[in-house]
């Protein structure tokens, strides 16, 4: 909630005019050419009063440091650095506060900052942005080179020698102090001007926001140049926030613009377990009708503050703000009221935005407890007894061998003269030596410490139809590929030599998925059919035909330790179990002993389509995750048989695509790791979502993906995500950072499909042209350290 500590009148308006406050301190304007700071513990005390402006001071700031408390003023005439202990010290003793010259006849000066040494100061005036010594009358740096007024400028806290502004032109820029030239140049953002300019040090990220609420985080790289992270929309962020609360009457819609004043980092938070954590991505951001928390690894908002739902304070609407430093789990900020003159010294806290943001308790992969009596996971096949026809008479006679010849006793033969002789010209068989040695063998460790594979190892063209899905074997030897020619292929992971193609369907193949065992896979097709298939068998197993379901299958797979056939049609869900026997009768050479028999059907809650699952199957898990058609995600408890939680309005577009965090047997995750999950949507990115909160983690959308069902993967470490996207390219992410790691380049066409090896570091793509692509990362390329907790760490922000 937002508590006002004071309230200071002010003798003209000061709604457009940069202010000043820190922990400690406030600072105004009093009478255009002097300025009164006040003590933020005790308003009631007398003001210490600064004179030494001619001109109208038009701006002030506050220095980083905390002792000794240094205060920048300019106008027209002069930019003045004051020493405030000094000041207090000299009127103490009855002695004029005086202050430093640094600048003089610089023009209207619009906003000041210092670095974080206090040794400089950016001073912004017209077109030029101007660096000066806090110490003595010295101009370092004279910037030039915008189009438009410079309206904001800060210091790098982890390079002292680079500064960032923005402007009216609609552009910022990263300059270089020690040669006065530009880094990098934005292009025009936005048809509004950029007013602030933010660094985030924990991520190495440059905020910045414009009149219009547009908000664009870029990561600053060593070589400082900036790609973009996220963009934000503070009005359609705010109406998603507001599209499951009551709606307002009619007469109360307001339509208000929300230029971005001022932003500052939302700090820290109390987490469920009572201990003090840091969101390295929430944001807070100062606007005319109140305060916004938005989340910029989401691009969500989590929570508004408006001015109006608090009828104590004396700021109806903002003209400026200016935030301090966080202290005692508390953020203060001085707002100037837009309308009236006085400005207010305003308190948050953080901990009340991060408890009403962080939720409830979510659901965890892994099961607790074991199936309930009438649970369907605890459905069977019954197995048929043999029956044996009943032989008519009693009993015969058999014979006392059982064997058509027999030896004879040896009484007609010679006698033996030699007993036994030894054998030692043998030799020892050497298939049975090697059969011994291979059965000590042990998996190979998924490496930890290897980088992101990026370098292109094989590229084949099979067919000119889309690739539309992939999927390697537990054991990282063998993929399956399902084209667009209503066909699936068998390849070795290498690629090498002639696939096994395996054909039936009438339609494109949407699915395809291989048991825990590896002895069978399934395949689903747009023609409303499955298949089950077994190796070396061209003809399937089981074919469940378009009679059993009421609309095409749009995912299918194994589940609960290959137990049971898992698949959704329509709004259903459908668990069945099957029985896998491929032998044959001479005589009924056509009667497939093999059959299915349906568990239980599951139905969404909402009836909507189900457009994607996901389920684990190398674990016992209760839980089940469906996408659905009215862009919402259906958590399925299979022990109960219903569905245990709904999140509504996930993406803007339905999801056509949900991945989770399986890893595989040659790896090990932290056991938190395995509750996280992808969801990609057409226009609306990839989101990172936690099962335990049931929130979106992180966001995704340096991709392209416009119209095509582009898919998403988790690597078997946990550390890197991959999707497809339609600029010919597949991007690889870290889990922990919006900004995509590498552009994997060289692709004719649309990636559609992409899946990591979960034996060995490879990443294999197939495109809308039907080709496949094999990455593998740099020989000898290695992270500096081990990062296995990478996905926890990603996770960690919603716990």
């Known amino acids: 909630m937002i508590v006002e500590r004071f309230k200071l009148p002010c003798d003209k308006l000061v709604s457009h005019q940069q202010l000043a406050c820190c922990e400690s301190y406030t600072g105004i304007p009093r009478g255009g050419t002097d300025i009164l700071i006040y003590t933020n513990l005790d308003v009631d005390q007398k003001a210490l009063l600064l004179s030494g402006h001619h001109g109208e001071i038009t701006s002030m700031t506050f220095g980083k440091i905390s002792f000794p408390v240094h205060f920048c003023s300019a106008s027209a005439d002069y930019v003045i650095v004051w020493n405030l202990h000094m000041c207090q010290r000299n009127v103490s003793q009855d002695k004029v506060a005086a202050g430093t010259v640094i600048g003089t006849s610089l023009g209207e000066v619009v906003h000041l900052s210092f670095c974080f040494s206090d040794e400089r100061v950016a001073a912004c005036s017209g077109p030029t942005a101007y660096v000066l010594s806090s110490r003595k009358e010295e101009i370092i740096s004279a910037l030039t080179g915008h189009l438009g007024p410079v309206t904001s400028a800060e210091f790098c806290p982890w390079n002292k020698d680079i500064l960032i502004t923005t402007s009216e032109d609609r552009t910022f820029k990263v300059w270089d102090l020690n040669t006065e030239t530009v880094f990098y140049q934005s292009y025009v953002l936005s048809a509004s001007p950029l007013l602030s300019v933010l660094f985030l040090q924990d991520n190495r990220h440059v905020v910045t926001g414009s009149t219009d609420g547009q908000v664009w985080c870029f990561s600053l790289r060593e070589d400082f140049t900036c790609q973009l992270v996220t963009k934000l929309d503070l009005h359609k962020s705010e109406q998603r926030h507001q599209a499951g609360m009551v709606e307002q009457s009619s007469e109360a819609k307001v339509d208000i613009s929300k230029p971005v004043l001022k932003m500052a980092p939302f700090g820290s938070c109390n987490d469920f377990n009572g201990t003090e954590k840091k969101n390295k991505s929430w944001l807070c951001i ?156 042990l998996l190979k460790d998924y490496p930890e410490d290897t980088a992101a594979p990026t370098v292109l190892r094989a590229n084949l063209s099979i067919t000119n139809k889309p690739m539309y899905c992939l999927q390697y074997s537990g054991d990282g030897k063998q993929i399956l590929c399902g084209l667009g020619d209503n066909s699936v292929l068998l390849y070795k992971s290498s690629l090498t030599g002639n696939p096994a193609v395996y054909t039936g369907h009438d339609k494109p193949v949407s699915s395809v998925s291989w048991s825990l065992n590896r002895h069978c896979w399934l395949s689903a097709s747009h023609d409303q059919t499955l298949r089950l298939w077994t190796h070396d068998i061209p003809e399937p197993a089981v074919v469940m035909r378009k009679q059993m379901f009421s609309k095409p299958i749009k995912g299918a797979q194994f589940y609960y330790l290959d137990k049971f056939l898992l698949m959704a049609s329509g709004d259903s869900l459908h668990l069945y179990l099957y029985h896998v026997d491929v032998t044959h009768d001479d005589i009924k050479r056509y009667e497939h002993r093999s059959f299915v028999k349906l568990a239980k059907r599951f139905s969404t809650s909402s009836g909507a389509d189900i457009t994607d699952l996901s389920a684990i199957n190398d674990f016992f898990s209760h839980i089940v995750l469906a996408c659905a058609s009215d862009r919402s995600i259906q958590v399925f408890d299979m022990n109960a048989g219903r569905v245990a939680a709904e999140l509504p309005d996930a993406h803007s577009r339905a999801v056509h695509c949900i991945t989770q965090n399986k890893g595989s047997m040659f790896s090990t995750q932290a056991p938190e790791s395995y509750n996280l999950f992808l969801t990609s949507a057409v226009t609306d990115g990839v989101k990172m979502w936690d099962l335990r909160t049931l929130r979106c983690v992180r966001r995704y959308e340096n991709h392209i993906n416009r119209c095509h069902s582009c898919s998403s993967a988790i690597s078997p470490c946990g550390r890197f995500i991959a999707c497809g996207s339609e600029d010919n390219c597949a991007y690889v992410y870290d889990v922990r950072s919006s900004s995509y790691l590498h552009k994997l380049q060289r692709h004719s066409e649309t990636v559609l499909s992409v899946t990591f090896n979960p034996a060995t570091p490879q990443l294999l793509t197939g495109t809308l042209d039907g080709k496949l692509s094999l990455f593998e990362p740099s020989s000898g390329v290695r992270l500096p350290r081990p990062t296995s907790s990478a996905a926890l760490n990603a996770s960690n922000m919603a716990v």
């Open 286 to 441: 100062g606007s005319t009708d109140g305060l916004y928390v938005v989340d910029l690894a989401t691009s969500e908002m989590l929570t508004v503050l408006y001015f109006k739902d608090y009828l104590s304070l004396s700021v109806t609407m903002a003209g400026s703000w200016v935030f301090s430093e966080q202290c005692n789990n508390s953020v203060l900020f001085l707002v100037s009221s837009l309308f009236t003159p006085c400005v207010s010294l305003l308190e948050f806290r953080p901990c009340d935005a991060g408890t009403a943001c962080a939720g409830n308790q979510g659901f965890s992969v892994f099961s607790s407890s074991p199936p309930l009596l009438d649970s369907p996971l605890n459905a069977e096949l019954k197995k048929k007894e043999p029956n044996h026809a009943k032989k008519k008479g009693g009993i015969k006679e058999q014979p006392l061998v059982f064997h058509s010849n027999v030896k004879s006793s040896g009484y007609t033969s010679s006698p033996r003269k030699q007993m036994f002789s030894c054998k030692t010209s043998a030799q020892k068989n050497q298939s049975s030596m090697k059969t011994k040695k291979k059965k000590g063998l």
